[in-house]
């Protein structure tokens, strides 16, 4: 028989063992998928110098994710429209659970931890008409599903924890896409929206592109301490249009939107696949795995460069620049207008680098 003493010796072993952080996972600062030369899928863990620090196997291709920021634990998504999402641990490789949406939902490729990261918040749309939802977990609690919120939109994409840590950005998209396919069903009514949300209050604040380019689909985002928010677009329009593909807001504030020179601005093929802001909050990046470039522009918005890179497309924040990968395993470095190799690997990037 278990004696008193003996349980509170017990107690105290425990509360003494020690948490894995980060660390134990080989002090990754940013997690990416991968497709293998094999056709098999991972999620790795990559230093800043570009090293891995770890590999998981994953069962098919995952999209972005969220790191926790404490534990050496990441929620990653099936490619969209999916229908799981694996909370992996990334000290010792294993999958600890397994998220599924409700009856009807489909996640949309992003989540943001929040409150210390005691809740997930995944992307998600209805599978009937796409509107949108934010789908709110318990992350300490087994990641139990806890609620879910409107996003006042259609097809949302990334999600972002704003600097003041209860604010979150929403990328309604505005395509309606079939359930199964994701054949787009609506282009010529489309309208996305950029939505600001807190879990109390739901819906704060919403602006929209003007009319006349409402076929430029709001898809990802970054930001930095000031709550300058940076936005990144696809367009559907005609295909012979150039729009602006970098859009800048602060809460309260018009919608501001940003073009390289014209002929610049054709080599993106109307598609920007990531974004970023440098460690300063001084630059923005844009890429395009279809142009197979990366424009650069300041904080107001100004071009201030390009980079030619085949299949770039993942895009992350260095104190001093950029990390950037593309889908022939390529590494590298943006700093300062100049590209530095950081390696070269077997696999294939996936669309976006997570950072820590």
């Not at 278990?2 to 017990?10: D, E, H, K, Q, W």
């Amino acid at each position: 028989m278990t004696t008193r003493r003996g349980f509170l010796a017990s107690l105290l072993a425990a509360s003494t063992l020690p948490t894995l952080s980060w660390a134990d996972a080989g002090s990754p600062a940013f997690l990416a998928c991968a497709k293998e030369a094999d056709g098999s899928y991972a999620l790795y863990g990559i230093t800043a110098g570009g090293a891995d620090t770890f590999r998981i196997p994953l069962p098919a291709r995952g999209h972005a994710g969220a790191g926790h920021p404490d534990r050496p634990e990441a929620v990653f998504f099936a490619r969209r429209p999916g229908a799981y999402a694996l909370v992996v641990d990334c000290a010792i490789g294993k999958v600890r659970h397994r998220l599924e949406p409700p009856e009807g939902r489909q996640f949309n490729g992003h989540g943001a931890f929040l409150q210390e990261g005691a809740i997930l918040v995944t992307s998600e749309q209805m599978a009937d008409g796409s509107a949108g939802r934010l789908g709110i977990w318990d992350a300490d609690g087994g990641y139990l599903r806890i609620g879910e919120l409107s996003t006042g939109g259609i097809g949302p994409h990334e999600v972002l924890l704003m600097a003041d840590g209860r604010t979150l950005a929403v990328a309604n998209g505005g395509i309606r896409t079939d359930a199964t396919d994701r054949t787009k069903l609506n282009l010529p009514d489309m309208r996305p929206n950029l939505a600001y949300m807190t879990l109390e209050d739901g819906l704060v604040e919403q602006v929209s592109l003007q009319p006349d380019l409402h076929f430029n689909s709001i898809r990802h985002l970054a930001t930095r301490d000031d709550g300058l928010l940076a936005f990144a677009m696809q367009w559907e329009g005609p295909a012979e249009l150039a729009p602006p593909l970098l859009g800048l807001h602060r809460r309260g504030k018009p919608l501001t939107l940003a073009a390289a020179p014209e002929g610049e601005q054709v080599l993106m093929q109307n598609y920007a696949g990531s974004i970023a802001m440098n460690g300063a909050g001084t630059e923005i990046a844009i890429t395009s795995p279809r142009g197979g470039r990366v424009q650069r522009f300041d904080a107001s918005g100004q071009f201030i460069g390009a980079l030619a890179r085949a299949d770039v497309c993942g895009a992350a924040t260095l104190p001093d620049g950029f990390l950037l990968t593309d889908g022939m395993g390529g590494l590298l470095k943006l700093s300062e207008g100049r590209a530095h190799p950081l390696g070269l690997r077997a696999r294939a990037w996936d669309n976006h680098v997570v950072g820590l």
